[in-house]
T-cell receptor, first 115, second 112 residues
Framework: NAGVTQTPKFQVLKTGQSMTLQCAQD?????MSWYRQDPGMGLRLIHY???????DQGEVPNGYNVSRSTTEDFPLRLLSAAPSQTSVYFC??????????????FGPGTRLTVL | AQSVAQPEDQVNVAEGNPLTVKCTYS??????LFWYVQYPNRGLQFLLK??????LVKGSYGFEAEFNKSQTSFHLKKPSALVSDSALYFC??????????FGTGTRLQVFP
């Protein structure tokens, strides 16, 4: 199993550009989520999904869109990038909802810089 | 509101010495607490969790954590540190069935 994969590893955007961060998992996990990691702030939840066709907002959803058309994929879209979105983005998955019972598996991250 | 705090940005320890990484929490109801580790240029990895039961929880790589309800703490410990333990450690608390809140992280540096 490849686990949780994320592409690209690095990305530089100009303000106003759009892009999609890709996330895929091959473990047939129902639950997937996106976090951003910023110095001194830990990880903050952006959006999550408890199954195909179901998504919901986390702590910091503004400026980001998600969709979940398949169990495997959970892309994160930035419609109009802003410098405040410069961060490291992590995708995670777990077998099902219930964070207290299901270990989350994290991808290697995407480092995004918005100029 | 649920929250978690890691009061130390960095912890330095000599190899072979015991280590402690501190975490305190604030929750309404029963706490569900977690420790994750992040090695350089990698995603987070689960170490251990406390749901209920024994206050001393054992996890991966020889780590353990002590739940203390009266002090609202969940400190991560290891009896003998290794250089390879050097990493960023995150404490987390369950907000609801779908959400965790992570602390700001503590960088552990183990010196040979």
């Amino acid at each position: 199993n490849a686990g949780v994969t994320q592409t690209p590893k690095f990305q530089v955007l100009k303000t106003g550009q759009s892009m999609t961060l890709q996330c895929a998992q091959d473990m047939n996990h129902e639950y997937m989520s996106w976090y951003r990691q910023d110095p001194g702030m830990g990880l903050r939840l952006i959006h999550y999904s408890v199954g195909a066709g179901i998504t919901d907002q986390g702590e910091v959803p503004n400026g980001y869109n998600v969709s979940r058309s398949t169990t495997e994929d959970f892309p994160l879209r930035l419609l109009s990038a802003a410098p405040s979105q410069t961060s490291v983005y992590f995708c995670a998955s777990s077998r099902s909802r219930g964070v207290e019972y299901n270990e989350q598996f994290f991808g290697p991250g995407t480092r995004l810089t918005v100029l | 509101a649920q929250s978690v705090a890691q009061p130390e940005d960095q912890v330095n320890v000599a190899e072979g010495n015991p280590l402690t990484v501190k975490c305190t929490y604030s929750v309404s109801g029963n706490p569900y607490l977690f420790w994750y580790v992040q090695y350089p240029n990698r995603g987070l990895q689960f170490l251990l969790k406390y749901i209920t039961g024994d206050n001393l929880v054992k996890g991966s790589y020889g780590f353990e954590a002590e739940f203390n309800k009266s002090q609202t703490s969940f400190h991560l410990k290891k009896p003998s540190a290794l250089v390879s333990d050097s990493a960023l450690y995150f404490c987390a608390v369950r907000v609801n069935t779908d959400k965790l809140i992570f602390g700001t992280g503590t960088r552990l540096q183990v010196f040979p």
